[in-house]
Nanobody
């Protein structure tokens, strides 16, 4: 059973920084993509950033230059460093894992709240 455990959310002022962490446990193929999604109030869930096992990254246009995704492959842990936070970054952030076994499987974390407010 694969589980994702997130941490690092909280309240921060505009312009501030936060770092989210997500640790995956269980039997996980080396063919995998880890990522972060978010869902703001009244909005649909959207992709924020993702990173392959090989280290290739992609970002939503709204966070490019402000957020950085990274990972520790040995621990199947991913981080999201968020800087220059804006009010519109307020959302529940979800860790996501896509892994290939006999087919592609997806797993979600429980979500962590990030609130940007003055």
């Amino acid at each position: 059973q694969v589980q994702l455990m997130e941490s690092g959310g909280g309240l921060v002022q505009p312009g501030g920084s936060l770092r989210l962490s997500c640790a995956a446990s269980g039997q996980i193929s080396s063919i995998n993509i880890m990522g972060w999604y978010r869902q703001g109030p009244g909005k649909q869930r959207e992709l924020v950033a993702r990173i392959t096992f090989g280290g290739s990254t992609s970002y939503a246009d709204s966070v490019k230059g402000r957020f950085t995704i990274s990972r520790e492959n040995a621990k199947t842990t991913t981080y999201l460093q968020m800087s220059s936070l804006k009010l519109e970054d307020t959302a529940v952030y979800y860790c996501h894992l896509r892994t290939y076994g006999s087919g592609w499987l997806e797993y979600w974390g429980q979500g962590t709240q990030v609130t940007v407010s003055s």
